[in-house]
């Protein structure tokens, strides 16, 4: 699929007027998504730009790989941002973003249905409604239309449905596009954070929502613009690739593509943050990223390490943080 933005134009009129109002709220992520970085945000919020952190004001924020954006509605949250953008190469997060932004009363409608049809199922239901819900979205993959109608938001309930009650609330796509990770079990999921979407809601108020490649960045940068990048992390063993957000992956070339993308926009008032993995874990002569990097400082912290289906080899790991400034 060509990178694509998906028009958010057709979708102002869905909008109900009490969405438009501007309240408190503290958002998080909606998704459990592989290398999510709620456990990082102190260490990103220590380097965040000092004049950003005394006005708690941030004029224009990206982030090209919004994932399950715990660090932009952290942001959101707690500081004053006056334009964010959010992109994604993966087309069902982008459209689950968009639907919670504008459809978000019609969305909880339909997970709470899913919600209690679930949870009040025996195992051998559990398992027939999953793989019902997951031929269903995989089918509506194929026939959505790029610009909004209805059935986005009856997709995007089946998304957030599989992530909730798949195996490690895994989000994989094999090289058709089809979502294939299998049913997990859990005793009570909660699929319906009818509170949470709300306060997410909020969040994206003032946020454009894009869906492409991490280049379409570019467009809206200008001055004082914080970008945050949270590329698939490189493998750190052959075993170990959690990248397949979406069929077309992210290999070396792109990690290098990346690199070459962050100096373009190195600029004095531009800041940028990227995090990823950090080889040395595995082989100490690995260098691939502070070769990418060299040109600017790179930091390495402490991360739990989230994902492993042998809960004995999750643990603490580096990670790396690259800043422009």
């Known amino acids: 699929m060509e990178d694509q933005i998906l028009s958010e134009v057709n979708l102002k009129e869905y909008m109900p007027t009490t969405q438009m109002k501007l309240f408190n709220f503290d958002a998080k992520p909606f998704l459990k998504w592989a290398g999510g970085k709620g456990q990082l945000i102190p260490e ?26 715990a660090f932009f509605f952290y942001l959101q949250s707690c500081f004053q941002i006056d334009k964010s953008f959010i992109i994604d190469i993966n087309r069902d997060l982008i459209i689950t973003y968009q639907v919670i932004k504008y459809a978000v009363e019609n969305l909880i ?31 509506s993959k194929k026939h959505l239309d790029t610009t909004y109608n209805e059935l986005w938001i009856r997709h995007s309930a089946y998304m957030i449905f599989l992530n909730r009650t798949c195996f490690n609330g895994l989000y994989r796509e094999n090289k058709n596009g089809e979502f294939n990770v299998p049913h997990g079990r859990y005793d009570k999921p909660s699929i319906c954070q009818a509170e949470n979407l709300w306060d997410a809601n909020k969040a994206l108020s003032n946020t454009k929502i894009l869906q492409g490649d991490f280049s379409l960045a570019a467009n809206y940068v200008e001055e004082n613009t914080l970008i945050y990048y949270d590329p698939p992390y490189r493998p750190l063993t052959k075993t170990s690739n959690f990248n397949s957000y979406a069929k077309e992956g992210f290999a070396d070339k792109d990690q290098i593509r990346l690199a070459n993308f962050f100096q373009e926009m190195d600029r004095p008032d531009v800041y940028q943050i990227l995090s990823n993995s950090d080889p040395r874990v595995t082989n100490p002569k690995d260098d691939f990223f502070d070769n990418l990097y060299k040109e600017y400082k790179i930091s390495r912290i402490q991360a739990k390490r989230m994902i492993n289906s042998d809960a004995e080899k999750r643990g603490n790991i580096t990670e790396i943080l690259v800043t422009n400034y």
Do not use: C
Not at 115 to 127: L, P, V, W
């Open 109 to 139: 409608a339909l997970l709470s249905e899913l919600d209690n049809k679930y949870n009040n199922a025996s195992q051998t239901e559990r398992t027939t409604l999953y793989y019902d819900i997951r031929k269903k979205f995989n089918y």
């Open 44 to 69: 990103l919020v220590d380097r965040l730009p000092d004049k950003f952190k005394k006005s708690m004001h941030i004029p224009v924020y990206i982030e090209p790989f919004i994932g399950g954006g």
